[in-house]
């Protein structure tokens, strides 16, 4: 029987569901039933989505569970650790060395900047308030966590030398307004924030505490433009080599339907910067670790300028067209500052390469043969370096560099700038229209939809006359294509 006759009663039921607006079954191969993808009826969907406020909150109180949850330990004495870093590739906990060179590489971002009142919003159990508030006169840490503050107060406790740093237990929307900062620090916290929306509102609060001449550091943001391959990668790595490309695809498309972290490009921070004419830098993160805090994710500095500061202009970089031209200009340096765009990344290049091959192989090549083809495919290309190499290059001739992630870049190509002294941000040049970030809460939607569906199908029908899975997408250009095209994020 075709996979659409077995699933005959199946998609008689969906289609008469009036949330329901299309349903197609994607080529499967192999033994297991297929799936079913489900475009929701729009109008539904657009109601839904349109109560923001009801799913916000929901999603607000899914993260102070989890992280009540992942902070709870009433055996250890309390103090700073990194324990709710978990790779997504493995699903174990990031290498101790990994989070120590990541912590430090953050550490000396945020030193750099300078600060006597901090705001820290997201402070977890207190990893950022250890390495910065004994250098600052005043600090205010607040959490989303009750468990988290309550151990960040503990260990306060046994520090005389932070006595001056309070403790607030609150969402990071309420926190910000009738205080003054010279540094606001929001590190590895916004991806938890529901939308663009609420980070705009936290950007905006902060933007009112700040002093002139003080900066934001929004730290760990992951990049959209690497999303895809990052999904691709990790959907990759977890498959055995005898399963088939289809398979790997709706694996890919339930990873991305489990989303529920806010990923976001670089444009929408730099037009952010450019309402209020700030000075604002992009930079992916530095460090040699292979993990994928140093791989897929980038700093924010926004910084305010001072009233007496506004006619400075920054230096205006010389284009360097290539690489090899870059490596000429190393051997002999010139005037500077120079600047080369559009490098493509080593450090994610077979995880670029990936996406895209599995977009374009047929539905049974099986994941051991993608694998040689990525392989063999990766090292080919004269635009590709990994920033490691870049930094290690310039610090090797006492030059400053600095690895730019620039806004909308395709495939996290990124641009490296190189000077004798430490790069200054400019005013944002531009910024990105609103759709700049990923929807967790048009997610949360589909993913209950997905829910509900099956459930209702498994109290109708018998087990084989139910697809494998329900996979929503909020809109698709064309159903018979490789599900993998068809995933689509925004309304
Ligand atoms: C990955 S931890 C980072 C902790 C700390 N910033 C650091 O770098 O070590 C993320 C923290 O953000 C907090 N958080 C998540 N959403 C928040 C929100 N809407 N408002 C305030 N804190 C939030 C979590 O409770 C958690 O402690």
Redesign the pocket.
């Known amino acids: 029987m075709t996979a659409t006759g077995q699933l005959a009663d199946s998609l008689r039921i969906l289609r008469g569901d009036p949330r329901v607006g299309a349903v197609s079954v994607p080529p499967a191969n192999g033994a297991s039933p297929p799936a079913v993808v489900v475009i929701p009826d729009e109008g539904w969907l657009r109601g839904q989505v349109a109560d923001a406020a009801t799913l916000a909150r929901r999603a ?1 109180r899914g ?2 569970t989890t ?1 009540d949850l992942a ?1 709870r330990k009433p055996d250890a004495a309390p103090r ?1 650790d990194f324990v ?2 978990t790779s997504s590739f493995t699903r174990e906990p990031i290498s101790q060395a990994d989070m120590e060179d990541w912590l430090a590489a ?1 550490v000396r971002r945020l030193r750099a900047l300078g600060h006597r009142r901090v705001l ?6 207190g ?2 308030v250890e390495a910065i508030a004994p250098f600052s006169e005043a600090y205010r840490a ?4 009750g468990v ?1 503050i309550r151990q960040l107060r503990a260990w306060l406790g046994t520090r005389d030398d932070l006595a001056h740093v309070e403790t607030v237990h ?4 309420e926190v910000g307004a009738a205080w003054s900062a010279d540094l606001v ?1 929001l ?3 916004v991806q ?2 529901p939308d663009a929306a ?1 980070l705009r509102q936290v950007l905006d609060n902060a933007w009112g505490a700040l002093r002139p001449g003080g900066h934001i550091f929004i ?2 943001v992951r990049l959209l433009s690497t999303l895809p391959s990052f999904i691709t990668a990790v959907a990759l790595a977890r498959s055995a080599e005898a399963c088939d490309v289809a398979a790997l695809r709706r694996s890919i498309h339930a990873a991305w339907l489990a989303q529920s972290e806010l990923v976001i490009d670089p444009g929408f921070f730099h037009g952010f910067a450019m309402e209020h004419h700030a000075r604002v830098s992009t930079r992916l993160k530095s460090g040699r670790s292979a993990s994928e805090m140093t791989r897929y994710r980038y700093d924010v500095v926004i910084g305010k300028t001072e009233e007496d500061d506004i006619e400075i202009e920054m230096d205006k970089p010389i284009e360097i067209e290539t690489l090899a031209g870059l490596r000429a200009w190393l051997a002999a340096p010139g005037p500077v500052p120079v600047v080369v765009r559009g490098i493509a990344n080593k450090r994610i290049r077979s995880d670029v390469i990936a996406q895209h091959l599995v977009g374009e192989a047929a539905a049974d090549t099986i994941v051991a043969t993608l694998r040689g083809r990525i392989e063999a495919a990766d090292g080919i290309g004269d635009d590709v370096a990994d920033p490691a190499d870049l930094e290690a290059m310039a610090a090797a001739r006492n030059l400053h560099c600095a690895i730019l992630a620039p806004p909308g870049a395709i495939d996290g190509r990124y641009d490296a700038w190189f000077g004798r002294s430490a790069y200054r941000a400019g005013a944002a040049m531009g910024g990105g229209p609103a759709t700049d970030a990923s929807q967790p809460l048009l997610l949360q939607v589909l993913r209950r939809l997905g829910a509900d569906l099956l459930d209702g199908l498994s109290r109708a029908l018998p087990a084989p006359a139910l697809p494998s899975s329900i996979l929503p997408v909020a809109r698709a250009a064309r159903l018979d294509g490789p599900l993998y095209e068809v995933f689509n994020f925004s309304l």
């Open positions: 607000l993260w102070e992280y902070y700073p709710s870093w953050t820290e919003i997201g402070c977890g159990t990893l950022i607040a959490d989303l966590s988290a609150a969402p990071a929307h620090i590190n590895s916290v938890y924030f609420y730290g760990d």
